[in-house]
Nanobody, 124 residues
Framework: QVQLVESGGDVVQAGGSLRLSCAAS????????MGWFRQAPGKEREFVAT????????YYAQSVRGRFAISRDNAKNTVYLRMNSLRPEDTAVYYC?????????????????WGQGTQVTVSS
């Protein structure tokens, strides 16, 4: 059974940085695209970033482009989300997700496994 475990969420001041990690287990990690999504209180879950199976191709939501960076280490079965210049509007529960295909996707329907989420709070 596939398990995704996020870590790294914290409370930070605006302008600060965090790095989220997501450790995967249960099947061969290196064959599938990974994504990060987030859900703020009272809002729907939204796409943040995605990376293809080998890490050659990435794509970001407009709201985080230039501030966030997704990466992966297939040897460690881990995907990361580096978040810089954090803003109060970045406050949310962040989820990692694993796709059933190698190419990246912004659509949450393309992801079959989800972590439990990690809370990121950015204070002004």
């Amino acid at each position: 059974q596939v398990q995704l475990v996020e870590s790294g969420g914290d409370v930070v001041q605006a302008g600060g940085s965090l790095r989220l990690s997501c450790a995967a287990s249960g099947r061969f990690f290196g064959s599938y695209a990974m994504g990060w999504f987030r859900q703020a209180p009272g809002k729907e879950r939204e796409f943040v970033a995605t990376i293809d199976w080998i890490g050659d191709s990435t794509y970001y939501a407009q709201s985080v482009r230039g501030r966030f960076a997704i990466s992966r280490d297939n040897a460690k079965n881990t995907v990361y989300l580096r978040m810089n210049s954090l803003r109060p509007e970045d406050t949310a529960v962040y989820y990692c997700a694993e796709s059933d295909r190698p190419v990246h996707s912004t659509m949450d329907d393309d992801y079959v496994y989800w972590g439990q989420g990690t809370q990121v709070t950015v204070s002004s």
